[in-house]
């Protein structure tokens, strides 16, 4: 359980806002999978969101494809008996939801503006505190996005910007927020990449790009879709039971000699603080520099609590250089 589980506030960039260490996504909530089995049904959904909380857990990341707006609608009933501002709701934009609309998807003014009245009915609430573009939309002039994103700011809908993009988008944020600076428009300063113990690819640039504009870094996938909970192993691979079978191209993206070497350094610093591969993934990413917080999600209640007592793992300088320099590459001494 998560009642002896207590999360502190970290900032979250230079917005002045604070956010909880360990934010809580929901990705899976009324998610299909290829069987139509649901992931996460209503009930559980509400379970987690009850365990989260009473671990001190005040952020909720969500989007408006979750379960196809059923994420959303759950996390609105829910906060419904809660106090809505002790609660930090993000939420995101952009994939086409509606077979057919090419203008159901991206990041033009029509679309943001239809989107965020849907999404914010279905949290039933007046506003989001983080609205993130959900990828970044080349058919969209950037002056344009801005303008429309900075409406919402000023009509209250929304607090701040934030941009779940991947590295090679790096630029195009840069020139968005230099864009925002010139006209005095609400720039993004949250960003949302994939980022862990073997995905790197934002060190560097990425990172540097982030630091430079004083963006809070919230990583989404910390645990490498599973691979860092230490459950694969080397000689067996991937279990006909894996939700990752079902993921297109994890066996070659994780499934690596080079991972698994990370893996076992993993797994040996583990062992030295007394914890799980999953929570010293967790701390591993909460020592880097220019995170705020990871978003970790969960099936259960019991996973959930593993995840979080991640808050209470303390690494060493030299664990934290071990893990760091497991990976190697360009980037390793960021």
């Given at each position: 359980m998560t009642d002896d589980i207590d999360l502190d506030f970290v900032s979250l960039g230079e917005t002045g806002l604070q956010?909880?260490?360990?934010?809580?996504?929901?990705w899976r909530f009324g998610k299909e999978t290829e069987d139509g089995d649901v992931e996460i049904g209503e009930e559980r959904a509400y379970e987690l969101l009850d365990a989260y909380a009473d671990a001190g857990g005040r952020y909720i990341d969500t989007a408006d494809v979750y379960g196809a707006g059923k994420s959303e609608e759950w996390i609105g009933n829910w906060l419904a008996e809660r106090d809505r501002?002790?609660?930090?709701?993000a939420s995101k934009v952009y994939w086409q939801i509606r077979d057919g609309d090419p203008n159901s998807r991206g990041t033009n003014r029509k679309t943001v503006r239809n989107r965020i009245d849907a999404l914010l009915e279905r949290l039933d609430t007046?506003?989001?505190?983080?609205?993130y573009i959900h990828r970044w939309d080349d058919e969209t002039p950037a002056r344009e996005m801005m303008k429309t994103l900075n409406g919402l700011v000023e009509d209250g809908k929304v607090h701040y910007?934030?941009?779940?993009?991947?590295?090679p988008d790096a630029w195009k944020v840069a020139k968005a927020n230099e864009i925002a600076e010139r006209e005095g428009w609400e720039p993004f300063t949250v960003a949302q990449p994939r980022y862990n113990l073997v995905d790197r690819e934002i060190e560097g640039g990425y990172l540097e790009m982030t630091r430079d504009y004083g963006m809070g870094v919230c990583p989404?996938?910390?645990?490498g879709q599973g691979f860092l909970t230490g459950k694969y192993e080397r000689e067996e691979g991937l279990?006909?039971?894996?939700?990752?079978?079902?993921?297109?191209?994890?066996?070659?993206?994780?499934?690596?000699?080079?991972?698994?070497?990370?893996?076992d350094e993993l797994e040996a610093v583990a062992e030295e603080v007394d914890a799980t591969p999953a929570q010293t993934a967790l701390a591993w990413l909460m020592?880097?520099?220019?995170?705020?917080?990871?978003?970790?999600?969960a099936r259960t209640t019991d996973q959930l609590a593993e995840n979080l007592g991640a808050a209470d793992i303390d690494l060493s300088d030299e664990q934290v250089e071990r893990l760091t320099e497991a990976k190697g590459g360009p980037y390793s001494d960021i």
């Open positions: 956010t909880s260490e360990l934010q809580f996504g929901t501002e002790r609660y930090t709701v007046d506003y989001v505190d983080v609205l910007l934030g941009a779940s993009c991947h590295r989404w996938s910390p645990l279990t006909g039971d894996s939700l990752a079978a079902a993921s297109g191209g994890f066996e070659e993206a994780y499934l690596t000699a080079e991972n698994f070497d990370v893996l020592h880097r520099d220019g995170v705020a917080a990871p978003i970790v999600g």
